[in-house]
């Protein structure tokens, strides 16, 4: 890793983002990063869904959008039951 550049907590909500949109083939990278930065706003509270995060992104995924919601969601559900362990 480059001298500089800080990693999120492991229990941050960005990390549980990037993490939940790993899965997700994509076009290009910056596609995936788009994707997590809106499932972040999610998080957060700023936008009422995952459906409507992938709506907003417009990322080119190489799956229809309820595939992406079904596996985001899941990993999101994945990481909030190992983090009550």
Not at 42 to 55: N, R, Y
């Amino acid at each position: 890793m480059p001298t500089g550049i800080k990693q999120w907590p492991d229990d941050s909500l960005e990390r549980r983002a990037y993490r939940a949109v790993e899965d997700i083939p994509v076009v290009e990278v910056n596609d995936r990063n788009r994707l997590g930065y809106h499932v972040f706003l999610f998080l957060k509270g700023e936008l009422p869904s995952v459906d409507e995060a992938i709506h907003v992104a417009q990322a080119r995924m190489l799956v229809d959008d309820a595939e992406a919601a079904r596996r985001i969601t899941n990993a999101l559900e994945a990481g909030e039951s190992s983090e009550a362990v």
